[in-house]
């Protein structure tokens, strides 16, 4: 019995005395998460503002080729359709089958072309992550932190531990005066 009062009696000295601890010694300690907000930082920086838009660019000229190869097939598929009352059943079949064929290797070439995009949009992030993470690191350290977070991964948290701001004038400084 005298255990379990014991043991009662040791939990609740330990619960009352950590929130006394934290109070004294926790303002003056820096937080050990930081939060970043990743798109801003590629997209607010200089650095990362002219990597999106090289990839931008590409993206345009994907969707011009698309729209342009859309007027084309969409041109060709009426034609067909006319032709349809002057044409023997078979003969339309053929022109329709490989019309179809055509369509089909049209978008996955397309595809093809987008999921490269995409790829070159993915690698350019990339290396820009590597490019900045000797700046980001040397924020963390700066401020004792042991870990950043991409801020869309937490649910809240105070402004104070959020570097984005700090970090794309950082980034901003250093790609301006190269």
């Known amino acids: 019995m005298w255990r379990g009062v014991g043991l009662w009696l040791v939990m609740g000295l330990s619960l009352s005395a950590h929130p006394l601890i934290a109070q004294d010694v926790g303002l003056n300690l820096p937080p050990p998460i930081l939060t970043i907000d990743q798109d801003r930082l590629f ?4 650095l990362g503002s002219r990597s999106a838009g090289a990839i931008e660019a590409e993206v345009e000229t994907l969707a011009a080729e698309n729209a342009r190869i859309e007027g084309a097939l969409i041109a060709r598929e009426q034609e067909l359709t006319e032709r349809r009352a002057t044409l023997q059943p078979e003969e339309f079949r053929a022109l329709a089958d490989a019309f179809d064929a055509d369509v089909q290797r049209i978008r996955e070439a397309q595809d093809e072309k987008a999921r490269e995009v995409n790829r070159l ?4 992030r990339q290396e820009f992550f590597n490019d900045v993470a000797g ?8 401020r ?3 870990v950043v977070l991409d801020r869309r991964d937490v649910f809240l948290s105070a402004d104070r ?14 790609s301006d005066s190269e």
């Open 144 to 146: 004792g932190a042991l």
């Open 135 to 142: 700046i980001i690191s040397d924020i963390v350290r700066e």
């Open 121 to 124: 949009r993915e690698l350019a």
């Open 43 to 46: 997209q607010e920086t200089g």
């Open 161 to 174: 531990i959020d570097i984005t701001d700090e970090a794309i004038a950082r980034v901003n400084a250093v």
